[in-house]
């Protein structure tokens, strides 16, 4: 159930500048920051984008992550991270297309960033859909309060908007 007041907004923000297909609008990273930052933090699905200070998982490994992993099935401890942040490819197409990937389970994959987000800290999705509940959640899932969610969309021709949607754990 959400309980109000529930943080929302709209965020118009830059194109990326990275070149790397997927890649975090500009602008984006500092507004986390603001609100939902870790000392712990986990990026899922983390593509190119490097933090020194965090662990990086993906399953391509020309991205150079420090964990080379399937992000439904990780190799880490429960509740281990303060933050955790998963931007997975948004469709079977994208996947295909862009990295040469199979879509991957979005439930399976928020169950785990589930399992590994300490109590109190922050599972954060940026993605084309809002997912609030699901039969097949976890126990750890569950435990997820819905605290934030905000439209995310690039100031740059034709865009799509995508939603950030951030939970704390009880």
């Known amino acids: 159930m959400v309980q109000w007041p529930l943080f929302r907004d709209v965020w118009a923000l830059g194109p990326p500048n990275t070149g ?3 890649s975090f ?10 609100r939902w930052w870790g000392d712990n933090r986990c990026w899922l699905f983390s593509g190119a984008y490097k933090d020194p200070n965090a662990i990086t998982v993906d399953i391509n490994p020309a991205v ?4 080379i992993a399937d992000c439904t ?11 955790v942040m998963l931007d997975p490819p948004y ?14 389970s979005l439930t ?3 169950n785990e960033a589930s399992r590994i987000c300490e109590p109190s800290g922050y599972v954060v999705l940026l993605h084309r859909i809002i997912p609030w509940c699901h039969p097949r959640e ?3 899932k569950k435990r997820l309060k819905p605290v934030a969610c905000v439209g995310v969309y690039t100031i740059a021709g034709y865009t799509n908007m995508r939603a950030l949607t951030v939970w704390q754990k009880q």
Do not use: C, M
């Not at 609008?25 to 603001?34: A, E, S, Y």
């Not at 099935?73 to 933050?83: A, C, N, V």
């Not at 469709?91 to 991957?104: I, M, Q, T």
């Open 138 to 140: 976890n126990a750890h």
């Open 91 to 104: 469709s079977p197409f994208e996947a295909a297309k862009l990295y040469g990937l199979p879509h991957v």
């Open 20 to 22: 790397y297909p997927g």
């Open 108 to 110: 399976k994959a928020i």
């Open 73 to 83: 099935q990780l190799p880490l401890k429960t509740e281990s991270f303060d933050f």
């Open 64 to 67: 150079e992550p420090d964990i």
């Open 25 to 34: 609008p500009r602008g984006l990273i500092p507004r986390i920051k603001d």
